[in-house]
């Protein structure tokens, strides 16, 4: 028997590994080297692009996408467009997931606000995302947020959350 909540999983710094994949394409080691000035240039230089359909998986994908299935049955995604680049953005994003994930998600949002899927279809649902104001404005809601950040975090940060979350 499965857990009847929706396990919505975030892309960008959970399942896709965008601050590595941003750090090459601006040519730097991290980020955080850019000025404010240049980070926007590279920003400004994603619209259009495919960009986001290039992102190589973050190392703990595959194993996020497990523990989610095991949990719920099945996972949807919840990921937020590029401001200034959103038709495209979601165009991209759907291609980076056709290619990533296998099974596919049940069901795909890209949107800017993620609160509103807190209890999407009557259940107390839980996100996984490495945004603090996405997690905390999704407990506001009623959910149940787990913050994880693939470059940072273990694994095992989300296996325990799974286990304490009651349904
Ligand atoms: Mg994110």
Redesign the pocket.
């Known amino acids: 028997m499965h857990n009847r909540a929706i396990v919505f999983l ?5 399942l896709a590994d ?1 601050f590595r994949a941003f750090a090459d394409w601006a040519g730097v080691n991290h980020w955080k080297e850019l000025t404010e000035e240049e980070l926007a240039e590279e920003l400004d230089r994603i619209i259009g692009s495919d960009f986001f359909a290039n992102i190589p998986k973050t190392p703990s994908c595959d194993q996020i996408i497990q523990l989610a299935l095991g949990f719920s049955g099945s996972y949807s995604i919840l ?1 937020s467009p590029l401001r200034n680049d959103e038709e495209n953005t979601i165009i991209q994003k759907k291609i980076w997931i056709q290619k990533n994930l296998s099974p596919l998600p049940e069901e795909i949002f890209i949107v800017r606000e993620k609160f509103p899927f807190a209890q999407y279809q009557g259940t107390k649902n839980i996100l996984i ?3 603090p104001d996405n997690i905390i404005q999704w407990k506001e809601a009623g959910g149940f947020g787990i913050r994880y950040q693939a470059n940072k975090d273990d694994i095992e940060l989300i296996e325990k959350e799974l286990i304490n979350i009651q349904l």
């Open positions: 975030d892309m960008d710094g959970v965008f990921s995302d490495d945004r």
